[in-house]
Nanobody, 116 residues
Framework: VQLVESGGGLVQAGGSLKLSCAASGIIFSRYTMNWYRQAPGKQGELVATITSGGSTNYADSVKGRFTISRDNAKNTVNLQMNSLKPEDTAVYYC???????????WGQGTQVTVSS
């Protein structure tokens, strides 16, 4: 199983980035896909979730600014991040889970840095 994130980088406050996660080795359509982030010295945070049925959920800190989407034909999940703030700076991780099957996989992470 592989989850490979891409799209991170350095952006100024107010800018946008789009993260992508390409999955292989799993039946992607059956998995809930999550984006987490980990900032230095802070607890990890669940940023956004999209279920196998397409339902979405967001952390309060990113509602209205971030959008999660999935393409089951391409086995990818995306996170469109707009109106970025310095506090969004973190390593962002893609996660695939099937709780009923106790399956849980992680990508290697991609760094997002927002300068003020």
């Amino acid at each position: 199983v592989q989850l490979v994130e891409s799209g991170g980088g350095l952006v100024q406050a107010g800018g946008s980035l789009k993260l992508s996660c390409a999955a292989s080795g799993i039946i992607f359509s059956r998995y809930t896909m999550n984006w987490y982030r980990q900032a230095p010295g802070k607890q990890g945070e669940l940023v956004a979730t999209i279920t196998s049925g397409g339902s979405t959920n967001y952390a309060d800190s990113v509602k209205g600014r971030f959008t999660i989407s999935r393409d089951n034909a391409k086995n990818t999940v995306n996170l469109q991040m707009n109106s970025l703030k310095p506090e969004d700076t973190a390593v962002y991780y893609c996660n695939a889970e099937q709780r009923q099957q106790d399956l849980d996989y992680w990508g290697q992470g991609t760094q997002v840095t927002v300068s003020s």
